[in-house]
């Protein structure tokens, strides 16, 4: 009698081989979703819970600290947009990598973690506003689309390796939608990929979708208490030209008209940002915008009225901009939950640098003081990160490139200056994480009228020496009882002691950094 073996007992081995060959197979390697914005600050972010951001929600950014974490001290080198996408590429402080100042030139040719990436056989694109060099040419990208420097809102320059064209639509959408399609039909499957959105929202001039212009009209918003603020003791402060109700430009930032009945804007400096919307859509913005202006002149305002009039109308036009790209991150997350993609993919929300929302009376960024030095940091990466994790370990955009390449199993170069973040994950700060921050912004003479600066913050302290041709001046501030910072205690005898330790810190973090510009710690004021 002839003995046939079972297809049950030759499964048997051969589940047991798979098993056995399934044991040996490394962990696949993660995707990347790399989502930045342009200064978009933490206080308008609903994750972090600040009173604004309750009455304009950002759902679908929430979802990556619901799915993961948000880090609660993240903070920039530099904040300032092309030096602080130029460390996030390098994991190195400004004058390290030498691109210190807005309009300066990088070096594409220089080490940056998306070519390691695409050299270990990931398979890369950048989408939106790389604003550091032109273009990206050079950096390895299998596939990029990026904005003519700063960009438009409406109806942008493009320019793709086939060269530069203009392209009906809004730009966040733009932008959201090219990465999408090369989501689901420009990557080779085979490969992980890492993929970089980088918005130009919240930018000035703070236009918003057509479909978003009236989000907030009508939305009363809490005024900071500082708005007023009256620069007592703080010399660079005082000099600054970035003041909401003084600096800002009538009609090109705040879209303010000439008179009642009138669309035509009051002083426009940059013509250009309205001149790209076709006659339609600057007849919708027109409309949207003609009742709330018509209510503004018909008012008269002045003095303190008319200053609290503008912080208004700034809120609702910035967190209107910011609608769209809060859609757009549900759009890509959308997909890569449908896909199946999620399970495997490290998703990362987070900001150029913070931004000031009527903080001390101001917009725009450049100081050391909060709003401007800490920047939203939001992950998610299911199986590794515990939905909801809170981490307050200190962190910066250092450690952006030393994390992607970390997840990615690649060893970069010696020159990086941070640290990977992958240790952080489990909620835990190791015992060797860094207890302070170095920061150093350098552009002056320059937009805005901030004097050069550098220093440090740990957990409670921030120390900062200003140096200009007219402004020499060391601020120390205790966080704690002064969160604001608005009392400069670098003369209280009670802190002096305190205040030595931190600038003997400071020499070593700028000899830690390889930091020899400016003054030294110890060179007297002038």
């Excluded at 669309?263 to 250009?272: D, I, K, M, Q």
């Excluded at 921050?437 to 002056?444: A, L």
Aim: aromatic letters at 12%; charged letters at 20%.
């Amino acid at each position: 009698m002839r003995h046939h073996l079972s297809l049950a007992a030759l499964a048997v081995p051969l589940m047991l081989a798979g098993v056995a060959s399934a044991k040996e197979q490394p962990a696949p390697r993660p995707n990347i979703v790399y989502i930045m914005s342009d200064d978009h600050a933490y206080q308008a972010i609903s994750a972090y819970g600040s009173a604004l951001s309750k009455l304009a929600p950002t759902p679908n950014i929430d979802r990556i600290a619901k799915n993961g974490a948000v880090f609660t001290r993240s903070f920039v080198g530099n904040s300032l947009c092309g030096p602080s996408r130029a460390t996030m590429l390098t994991g190195r402080q400004s004058n390290a990598h030498g691109f210190t100042q807005n309009g300066q030139h990088f070096d594409n040719s220089s080490w940056v973690w998306p070519r390691a990436l695409a050299q270990a056989g990931y398979t890369t694109a950048m989408f939106g506003k790389w604003h550091i060099n032109g273009t990206p040419k050079g950096i390895g990208f299998d596939d990029w689309k990026v904005l003519d420097d700063q960009g438009e809102y409406y109806n942008p320059d493009i320019i793709t390796p086939k060269g530069r064209s203009i392209v009906a639509g809004y730009t966040t959408d733009l932008i959201t939608d090219y990465s999408l399609d090369w989501l689901k039909n420009g990557r080779d499957k085979s490969k992980p990929f890492a993929i970089l959105i980088h918005h130009k929202a919240a930018h000035r001039n703070f236009m918003p979708a057509l479909r978003h212009i009236t989000k907030y009209q009508g939305v009363t918003f809490p005024v900071p208490a500082n708005y007023f603020d009256d620069y007592k003791r703080r010399k660079a402060a005082a000099a600054q030209e970035m003041n909401i109700y003084r600096d800002m430009y009538e009609g090109h930032d705040l879209k303010m008209t000439v008179a009642k009945g009138s669309a035509r804007l009051r002083y426009n400096r940059w013509p250009g940002a309205f001149d790209r919307m076709t006659h339609d859509q600057q007849a919708q913005w027109d409309a949207a915008m003609q009742a709330d202006n018509d209510k503004m002149n018909a008012a008269n305002l002045s003095g303190r009225d008319l200053a609290l009039w503008k912080y208004q109308r700034y809120m609702q036009q910035y967190l209107g901009t910011i609608a769209a790209v809060d859609e757009g991150v549900g759009k890509v997350l959308d997909y890569l939950e449908e896909s199946g993609l999620a399970k495997n993919t490290v998703v990362i929300y987070t900001s150029d640098q913070g931004f000031y929302l009527g903080e001390h009376g101001w917009f725009d960024k450049r100081f050391m003081y909060e709003e401007s030095l800490r920047t939203p940091f939001l992950i998610q990466y299911p199986g590794h990160i515990r939905p909801g994790t809170k981490i307050a370990a200190p962190i910066q955009n250092i450690d952006y490139a030393p994390t992607f390449l970390d997840l990615a199993g690649v060893k970069g170069p010696d020159t990086i200056q941070g640290r990977s973040l992958v240790p952080l994950f489990g909620g835990r700060t190791p015992a060797n994480w860094r207890k302070d921050i170095y920061y150093h912004y350098y552009e002056f003479p320059g937009f805005h009228s901030v004097r050069a600066h550098y220093g440090m913050r740990d957990d409670r302290y921030k120390l900062i020496r200003f140096y200009s041709d007219d402004i020499n001046a060391w601020e120390f501030y205790d966080l704690k009882s002064d969160p604001h910072e608005m009392h400069n205690r670098i003369d209280d005898p009670a802190m002096q002691s305190r205040i030595a330790a931190m600038k003997k810190r400071l020499v070593a973090l700028r000899r830690q950094y390889g930091d020899s510009d400016g003054p030294a710690v110890d060179a007297p004021l002038n």
